[in-house]
């Protein structure tokens, strides 16, 4: 996909302005930009609150853009481990109760939608990052057992082939003693 040009930037800048003038969501902006650039409303979005980042970070990124001086967007505040678990563990108490993870999340972020967003997004985020790393676990004992089961096998080949080797060898044994007694019986 091509890069949103500069003067695409500006218009998203713009209609980002106007919106938070008119109390128009930035929601509808990043969709109707997505809609008009064959974007995503996801990518738009990023896109923007990365901009603002870059701008609040470094004045060369204001020079470029400078109404963005006025987008006001909140520094995100990254989540202690301590809270972190925490949230997890209330939200999968909900659950277990028959709740909803959405229910329980309205219900720890009391009615603020925003607040709700964002802590539904961190436990999906949370629990994905456990499900991989148990995944990641399991792959690796699955390799060790692996491991253990081909050493396994491999031993258990040896042993036959020597055991095998011993069978013909006695084989061959019984079959010249029975040649022998063969021979002795028909004289």
């Known amino acids: 996909m091509k890069p949103i040009t500069i003067q695409q930037t500006r218009e998203l800048i713009e209609s980002a302005q106007k919106a938070k003038e008119t109390g128009i969501g930035l929601t509808k902006v990043f969709a109707e930009?997505?809609?008009?650039?064959?974007?995503?409303?996801?990518?738009?979005?990023?896109?923007?609150?990365?901009?603002?980042?870059?701008a609040r970070?470094?004045?060369?990124?204001?020079?470029?853009?400078?109404?963005?001086?006025?987008?006001?967007?909140?520094?995100?505040?990254?989540?202690s481990t301590e809270q972190e678990r925490r949230l997890v563990d209330?939200?999968?108490e909900g659950v277990r109760l028959g709740k909803s993870v959405r229910r329980v999340v309205f219900e720890l972020a009391r009615g603020d939608h925003t607040l709700a967003?964002?802590?539904?997004?961190?436990?999906?985020?949370?629990?994905?990052?456990?499900k991989a790393a148990l995944y990641a676990d399991r792959t690796e004992?699955?390799?060790?057992?692996?491991?253990?089961?081909?050493?396994?096998?491999?031993?258990?080949?040896?042993?036959?082939?020597?055991?095998?080797?011993m069978l013909k060898r006695?084989?061959?044994?019984?079959?010249?003693?029975?040649?022998?007694?063969?021979?002795?019986l028909d004289r």
């Open 33 to 54: 930009f997505a809609e008009k650039t064959g974007r995503a409303k996801g990518s738009v979005r990023n896109y923007y609150y990365q901009l603002c980042k870059r």
């Open 57 to 79: 970070d470094n004045k060369s990124v204001l020079q470029v853009y400078p109404t963005l001086a006025d987008a006001n967007v909140k520094k995100n505040q990254p989540f």
């Open 90 to 92: 209330e939200i999968s």
């Open 117 to 130: 967003l964002r802590y539904q997004n961190k436990y999906r985020n949370v629990i994905s990052k456990r």
């Open 141 to 165: 004992e699955l390799k060790q057992l692996s491991t253990e089961i081909n050493g396994l096998v491999e031993r258990i080949g040896e042993s036959l082939r020597r055991e095998n080797f």
């Open 170 to 184: 006695r084989v061959e044994q019984l079959l010249r003693e029975n040649t022998a007694l063969k021979s002795a």
